[in-house]
């Protein structure tokens, strides 16, 4: 069993910057895939941010790159999500999610995350 726990999320004006982090509880053998999702109302959910576990590229949707970025502390087991510059289109409520075991030459399609945690919530004013 494998719980993760997002915290981070709140309010800010734009053009501030928050640090979203998503503590894993649990065994994952090393090797996967965390990524952060958000989801707007009214809209379907998103990738935003993607990265292995084990190193390698950094991989962004457009509308966060340059802003956004994804880093994971293994031995805390723990994912971030520093987000700069945040734009009112940025509010959405942000999940982090992580995939079972995988090799890094077959990156997950949205459907293969496995692991999911239960959101936080970000809105960002003009």
């Known amino acids: 069993q494998v719980d993760l726990v997002e915290s981070g999320g709140g309010s800010v004006q734009a053009g501030g910057s928050l640090r979203l982090s998503c503590a894993a509880s649990?065994?994952?053998?090393?090797?996967?895939?965390v990524a952060w999702f958000r989801q707007a109302p009214g809209k379907e959910r998103e990738v935003i941010a993607v990265?292995?576990?084990?190193?390698?590229?950094?991989n962004y949707a457009d509308s966060v790159k340059g802003r956004f970025t994804i880093s994971i502390d293994n031995a805390k087991s723990t994912w971030y999500l520093q987000m700069n510059s945040l734009k009112p289109e940025d509010t959405a409520m942000y999940f982090c999610?992580?995939?079972?075991?995988?090799?890094?030459?077959?990156?997950?399609?949205?459907?293969?995350?496995?692991?999911w945690g239960q959101g936080t919530q970000v809105t960002v004013s003009s």
């Open positions: 999610a992580a995939t079972k075991y995988r090799e890094s030459w077959n990156p997950p399609r949205d459907r293969d995350y496995f692991y």
């Open positions: 649990g065994y994952i053998a090393n090797g996967y895939y």
């Open positions: 990265v292995y576990s084990l190193g390698g590229n950094r």
